[in-house]
């Protein structure tokens, strides 16, 4: 996941668990632990994209951007899988040069 992906992945998904009222809350009580959530350029950029909406709603996130979350959390799925692939055919290179040198001592 690129950096762009993760920052609206990282608000998407702390906007998501919240309501209008608990967020207009946490921007009045406790703006630093909210910009550091939601930085004020990614807010502006989901709120232009209409991810979000602060009016009249009790979920501050929209039906699309439920649907990006969940596309970032395709994307974010895929790179753990990744991940997790290449560190088992390490392993199980490891494991066959280990093999192989253990029969050739033999």
């Given at each position: ?37 939601v ?10 994209r ?56 033999s």
């Open positions: 996941m690129n950096k762009i992906d993760r920052s609206w992945y990282t608000a998407l998904r702390f906007l998501s668990t919240l309501n209008t009222e608990n967020v207009k809350e946490i921007k009045e009580k406790r703006p630093d632990f909210y910009r550091k959530k930085p004020e350029k990614v807010e502006s950029m989901l709120h232009i209409g991810y979000i909406h602060f009016e009249n709603y009790s979920n501050i996130v929209s039906e699309d951007g439920l649907k990006q979350l969940r596309v970032l959390e395709e994307i974010r799925r895929k790179d753990f899988t990744l991940i997790a692939s290449v560190i088992a055919v390490i392993i199980s290179l490891v494991a066959l040069g280990i093999s192989i040198a253990s029969f050739i001592n």
